[in-house]
């Protein structure tokens, strides 16, 4: 810090990340940002202005000691400021890279005002790649063990963060997984482009060395109830992490034609079950050349629209019912989707798929929307214009309009309280849920939100679980969460 | 992690083999009419393959599978002592059983293999069961003998005549009514031609009929979507609201058309495979041998 005054510090450029150019980069399926160097990310630590009121801590849904690890990156300690940010949050590597850090850390910055925040995102991601890369990740199996055991039901952020605090506690943890891979939608959702999956192996590698044991193929609910695992399976308690699964469909005509998939399906084919490459055992409708619409705005329809340019769509376009203002995707994955090619059909709502005598998709109906009254959100409402109905030419359509809990689960277990969305209810401080012995967070609690508030919730629970076990006492006040 | 090893595996018909697989928790969990989804080697696709059969006691469960596609193909290479790498489940709703005066299960090629569980399962309830099992020719009249030994009456029939009665499924179930046996309860499991054309048999007769049907499938687990039927109007997900669904109400021809997505690609694919090939890469691909 002693190398520029506050003046100087103030009038720095944010230092910009290198990334893959956009016109090389739309046709791969390698990671589109290649990170800071290491003088870069001491350059832009060097411009924080170390304020004494830590906004940017407060606007941290875990609340990592940002200033404290920013310091460290200043002085060129990259496995100290790694540590420190461990401290509060376990998957670093990851949050570095998907965090809307505009609506967070980097938005609440003093520096935002000026359109320069400190890049808090690219900073995290830098060190976490250094420890990783360097070998410095730790893990240590506890040598006093509890005796308790913990099952732990989906392998997203949400369950991959409450085993390792637990593991790192001295019980004996298991995570159970539906699918053959682990990782949740960080590895079915989120493609390669963004986040390697080698990264996420890499933090499962990490809590199998603490001692986790995990166990693919296990649809709980259907091979295990809850009441199993607590029962003949010996369980002390379980935590239920299995995320917002469900596809939602905009329930108009036509949406069942060939060509028309829920953005699961399509990501899902091509990041899980790799369509992508040219050997790949699980077909995806081919793109090339052809004409793709994807409907939504958040980071699964820019994932989904920046996934069909790299399998070689000559027309991508995302159609959105209401303004870019309003779209929930992280900031850089719009500007990254801009200058891919992606192009984008703002205020326009799909009413109807057609199809040919196949039963493929040929074209869609569009109506155009205008934005009326804010709705609860605080963002306006979109409102159909009569009468603007047109017709367009398209082949494939990707719906990427949010995702629903998962109900199977659930429904087989009568004592689990939902809410009249299908979430459980379950306390945000200690993820208990109404069913002794069962706590549960993420996406399954909250709805689809971020992998920063699913793996805060996991690590809540871990607290929670690790007085339970040791305490005995099963105190459930679920926060009754407003339905 | 699980290993799931094969205790047997034998021909059926051609294409078409039993494999017998050690999962022991799959085989004290399953219930007639659920099956799971099966990937072969690392990067191979997940296929559903509904379970024939299974022993809780001796912990294993059956497979029939008939090699139609790639994957189906390369399982059925797999010998005893072999490993499946990946086997989910079990997976969808239970069949309903109750017990119905008469019921009648009907199977189309593997389709009976599908059926027989069912079959079993109406016959413990205390239905009277009569089984129709249609091939094309003798060879594909599967399972008769196990069939015989738990139902009622037992009907074999062959398109081309070949054996048991010559005719197609729907004509023998036609005899069935026309004798005026009253049927309270019909399950239909086969090709989806066979299925379309067993539910406008009864339908005029309101005769209760179930069908299990078979949309391409990616997870099993209601993530995707992509198993998407239309029944009554409203849209499902076979693999969580089914796989069985009310014969009267299904939409036929949307199902068949969403089979046919990926159809060149399959294409492509057969084309790849040569015998030669097949064989080789079974045989290399880790986790597919044990
Ligand atoms: C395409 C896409 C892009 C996204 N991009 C971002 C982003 O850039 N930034 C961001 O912060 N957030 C993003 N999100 C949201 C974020 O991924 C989720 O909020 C987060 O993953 C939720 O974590 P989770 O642990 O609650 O559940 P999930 O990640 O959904 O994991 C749940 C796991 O449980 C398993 N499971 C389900 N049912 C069962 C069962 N019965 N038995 C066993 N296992 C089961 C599932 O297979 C899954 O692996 C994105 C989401 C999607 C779909
Ligand atoms: S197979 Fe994915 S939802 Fe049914």
Not at chain 1, 103 to 123: S, Y
Not at chain 1, 149 to 154: D, E, L, R, T
Not at chain 1, 421 to 439: N, S, W
Not at chain 2, 97 to 109: D, K, L, M, P, Y
Request: net charge negative; proline share 5%; charged share 25%.
């Amino acid at each position: 810090m002693k190398e520029f005054t506050l003046r100087e510090r103030m009038t720095m450029a944010r230092q910009t990340m290198p990334e893959q150019p956009p016109g090389e980069r739309r046709a791969n399926f390698s990671e589109v940002n290649l990170g800071f160097t290491a003088g870069l990310a001491v350059l832009e630590a060097q411009r924080c202005l170390m304020c004494s009121r830590t906004v940017c801590i407060d606007g941290c849904p875990v609340g990592v000691q940002i200033t404290e690890f920013i310091d460290l990156v200043a002085e060129g300690d990259f496995d100290g400021a790694a540590k420190v940010i461990k401290r509060d949050n376990s998957l670093p590597a990851i949050c570095g890279r998907v965090c809307p850090q505009e609506d967070q850390c980097e938005g609440a910055c003093v520096l935002a005002r000026k359109g320069r925040p400190i890049a808090i995102g690219a900073l995290e991601r830098f060190v976490a790649d250094y420890e990783r890369l360097n070998g410095l990740m730790t893990a240590e199996p506890p040598s006093v063990r509890s005796g308790k055991a913990v099952a732990i039901v989906g392998s997203g952020p949400a369950g991959l963060a409450c085993a390792t605090d637990l593991a790192k506690q001295g019980h004996d943890v298991t995570v159970f997984e539906a699918l053959h891979a682990l990782g949740g939608v960080l590895t079915y959702g989120i493609p390669e482009f963004r986040l390697p999956k080698e990264i996420v192996q890499a933090e499962v590698a990490q809590l199998e060395k603490l001692g986790v044991a995990f166990v693919t193929n296990a649809v709980i609910g259907m091979i295990d109830t809850l009441d199993d695992l607590l029962g003949e399976e010996g369980f002390d308690a379980v935590f239920v992490g299995v995320g917002a699964g469900l596809p939602r469909f905009p329930n108009i005509p036509g949406e069942n034609l060939i060509g028309v998939y829920s953005a699961n399906e399509f990501l899902t084919r091509v990041n899980l079950m790799k369509a992508y490459r040219p050997d790949s055992e699980t077909p995806v409708y081919d793109v090339a050349g052809k004409r793709v619409a994807v409907f939504g705005g958040g980071n699964t329809a820019m994932d989904a629209s920046r996934t069909a340019l790299r399998l070689g769509a000559e027309k991508v376009a995302i159609v959105y019912r209401r303004s870019e203002e309003e779209m929930p995707a992280r900031n850089e994955e719009i500007v990254h989707a801009h200058h891919e090619g992606v192009e984008f059909q703002m205020l326009t709502n799909p009413v109807e798929f057609l199809g040919d005598d196949e039963g493929f998709l040929t074209e869609m109906r569009l109506q155009a929307m205008e934005l009326g009254e804010s709705d609860d959100s605080g963002r306006r409402r979109p409102v159909p214009i009569a009468g603007s109905e047109w017709t367009e030419g398209v082949d494939m359509a990707v719906v990427a309009i949010g995702n629903s809990p998962n109900p199977l689960l659930p429904k087989t277990a009568a004592d689990l309280e939902q809410t009249t969305r299908g979430t459980l209810v379950a306390d945000d401080e200690t993820g208990r849920t109404t069913k002794e012995g069962v706590f549960a967070g993420g996406d399954i609690v909250t709805g689809g939100a971020t992998v920063i508030l699913a793996m805060g919730a996991g690590r809540r629970a871990a607290a929670s679980i690790d007085d339970y076990l040791r305490g005995g006492v099963w105190e459930s006040k679920p926060a009754g969460v407003p339905v | 992690m699980c290993i799931f090893e094969i205790l047997e595996a034998r021909d059926l018909a051609p294409d078409v083999r039993y494999l017998r697989i050690k999962a022991p928790k799959i085989a004290r969990r399953r219930k007639a009419g659920q099956f799971v989804i099966v990937r072969a080697t690392p990067d191979g696709e997940r296929i559903p393959l509904t379970i024939a059969d299974s022993n809780a006691e001796d912990g294993w469960i059956a497979l029939i599978v008939q090699g139609v596609g790639k994957t189906t193909k390369i399982v059925n290479l797999l010998e005893a002592g072999d490993a499946i790498r990946d086997v989910a489940g079990p997976l969808g709703m239970p069949s309903r059983i109750e017990r119905f005066g008469t019921a009648v299960s009907i199977g189309g090629g593997v389709g009976t293999a599908i059926a027989y569980p069912t079959a079993v399962a109406l016959k413990e309830a205390g239905s009277y069961v009569i089984s129709i099992i249609g091939g094309r020719n003798s060879s594909y009249v599967l399972l008769e003998e196990e069939m015989r030994a738990v139902c009622d009456e037992v009907y074999p029939t062959t398109d081309d005549g070949s054996y048991g009665y010559h005719g197609f499924v729907t004509d023998k179930l036609t005899d069935l009514i026309s004798e005026r046996r009253h049927l309270d309860f019909v399950l239909a499991i086969g090709p989806i031609p066979m299925m379309k054309a067993v539910a406008e048999v009864t339908h005029p007769h309101g005769i209760e009929t179930v069908v299990s049907l078979n949309p391409i499938m990616v997870d099993g687990t209601g993530m995707c979507g992509g198993c998407r039927v239309v029944v009554g109007e409203e849209t499902k997900f076979a693999c969580v609201d089914g796989p069985e669904f009310d014969a009267h109400q299904v939409d036929f021809d949307l199902l068949a058309r969403r089979n046919r997505a990926y159809a060149d690609f399959e294409r492509r694919r057969d084309d790849e495979m040569d015998p030669e090939c097949v064989i080789g890469r079974s045989h290399t691909a880790p986790g597919a041998t044990s």
